[in-house]
């Protein structure tokens, strides 16, 4: 028996089965509601703090925690020896240029519209595990990739984004963090599959805020005794709960819930950004937008989770089933 079925079976002698179901269901929502609140978070913070600074003062604030979680769990801070490149990629790719362009993005891009693109994420994982480690790609995959981006370019079309240059940088920047991340995931599996969650985040975290900190400090010359109560509270908040707390929820959902079903926050959280941006900003979400991102998410969706291969699971003889 794997280790997911025998920690699956080893929590439910401890409590009943529906009190597991019930914890695992409402700890999957919560990492949907925290991820989907992220970017109206960063949207808030950017209003008075430029984006390289935001960025940095986001993992700053974050830093400390993932100290004293490695403290606690003792785990390593350094990445292993002969690791110094991969970290060096994580630390640039993963955490400090893709977090700058999303800051930089949400100044002219909506929140909604942002969770949105970085959905796409997952798509991009397929292209590059197809590409890189050579996975491979069913047809309803590729046909999912085609409903997605096609319902996603509907999407700017409807928004009018193609017409205004900054709102297209941003798409394009928000675009550029999703593909950067896709990529730095295909790497970790290939390089950084023995190391700890708690390492892979804590150091890159701690370099990258101080590393965009202090870009920001010389390139943006930020004011930050204007930054508003409004800003300061979104960067506690995307600091603590939303890199922290989503990071620790998370993680712990990946060792209960098996990886696709949990990869469907990726689906999910979207929605959620979608209707607190049309509250924060004080818009009804019109019928075009909605169908188009059900579309998009839909497409999405099958990439993840192919109908051939639920075809053949369906199928199976019970033996091969187990």
Known sequence: MNQLATQKRLMAKSWPVWLD???????????????????IGIKVAVESVPPLTSAGLRFLIAFPLFLLFARIKREPILFPAGSIV??????????SVPYYLINYGEQFVSSGLTSLLFSSMPVFILIFSAAILKEKVWPSQILGIAIGFGSLLMILR??????????????????????MHAL?????????????????????????????????????????????????????????????????VYFYLLKRLSPILLSFVFILFPAVAIAIDAWYEGYSISPDFALYSALMLLGFAITKLPIEKLWNRTNAPSSQKN
């Open 21 to 39: 179901k019930l914890v695992l269901g409402l700890l999957f929502t919560t990492v949907c509601f925290t991820w989907g609140t992220t970017w």
């Open 86 to 95: 991969f970290c060096a990629v994580i630390t640039v790719f993963y955490f």
């Open 158 to 179: 409807s928004q009018g984004l193609n017409m205004h240059y900054e709102s297209l940088a941003g798409v394009l920047a928000i675009l550029g963090a999703a593909i």
């Open 184 to 248: 730095c995931y295909i790497i970790t599996r290939k390089h950084g599959a023995a190391i700890s969650v708690i390492t892979f985040n804590a150091l890159p975290i701690g370099v990258a805020g101080l590393s965009l900190f202090a870009t920001g400090l010389m390139i943006e010359d930020p004011n930050l005794y204007e930054t508003s109560a409004r800003s300061w509270y979104a960067l506690i908040y995307l600091g603590l709960i939303a890199s922290v707390g989503g990071f620790i």
